[in-house]
């Protein structure tokens, strides 16, 4: 079982939509947690860090469940230029990557 | 500038030759990584380093050696590179306080003929 699973998608949407992505990890001691932006050919690029809590950054919400050890990421009202990867990230000594889930926002 | 630099950014070589990517950052951060990436299989951590001279083999370590002899310098080798070396390369540069972030370079595209 791999540490951080992923839907590979692709998730194909209209503009405007609201998308979810869901990501699961096995190592429970994990302590830190992201969300990152992976465009074709590209480094992947931080979106957004995942709290506790749960955190909003405009149209992005994350959302972290530790009891059942995953963690969400919600986009609403689509663009187009929310088209990319994004990567699933779980650390603790290390950080273990998703494969990452490709939306494609189309007009 | 960029703040994590990888060279070469693409590099086509034979089988069993030595080649060694390179990773400089000015962010000052001590924690540095090497991945790779292939399609479907997402980052697969190679090596990282939490200060000078301290190695830490990742998932797959095999047919790699790296040396981390300047904060600021993270290197990465292939003693005798083979076809399914063939990947993209990224490093990535940390800071030691807890549950921060990692920072890319642009990567390093390589195949390996």
């Known amino acids: 079982r791999k540490e951080v699973e992923q839907d590979p998608g692709p998730f194909n949407v209209p503009e405007g939509a609201t998308v979810a992505f869901n990501c699961t990890y096995s190592n429970s001691a994990s302590q830190s947690f992201f969300w990152y932006r992976q465009d074709c050919r590209k480094e992947p690029k931080l979106l957004m860090s995942?709290?506790?809590s749960g955190n909003e950054d405009g149209r992005f919400t994350a959302q972290l469940n530790r009891a059942s050890q995953y963690i969400s990421l919600l986009i609403r009202d689509s663009k187009l230029s929310d088209s990319a990867t994004y990567l699933c990230?779980?650390?603790?000594?290390?950080?273990?990557f998703g494969a990452g889930t490709r939306l494609t926002v189309k007009p | 500038d960029a703040d994590v630099t990888q060279t070469p950014r693409n590099r086509i070589t034979k089988t069993g030759k030595r080649i060694m990517l390179e990773c400089s950052q000015t962010?000052?951060?001590?924690?540095m990584y090497w991945y790779r990436q292939d399609p479907g299989l997402g980052l697969r951590l190679i090596y990282y380093s939490f200060d000078v001279k301290d190695i830490n083999k990742g998932e797959i370590s095999d047919g790699y050696s790296v040396s981390r002899q300047a904060q600021a310098k993270f290197s990465l080798s292939l003693e005798s590179a083979i076809p399914n070396q063939t990947a993209l390369y990224f490093c990535a540069t940390q800071s030691q306080t807890s549950n921060q972030p990692q920072h890319f370079g642009d990567g390093t595209r390589l195949s390996i003929l």
């Open positions: 995942v709290y506790s």
């Open positions: 990230v779980v650390g603790h000594n290390d950080m273990r």
């Open positions: 962010k000052g951060h001590d924690r």
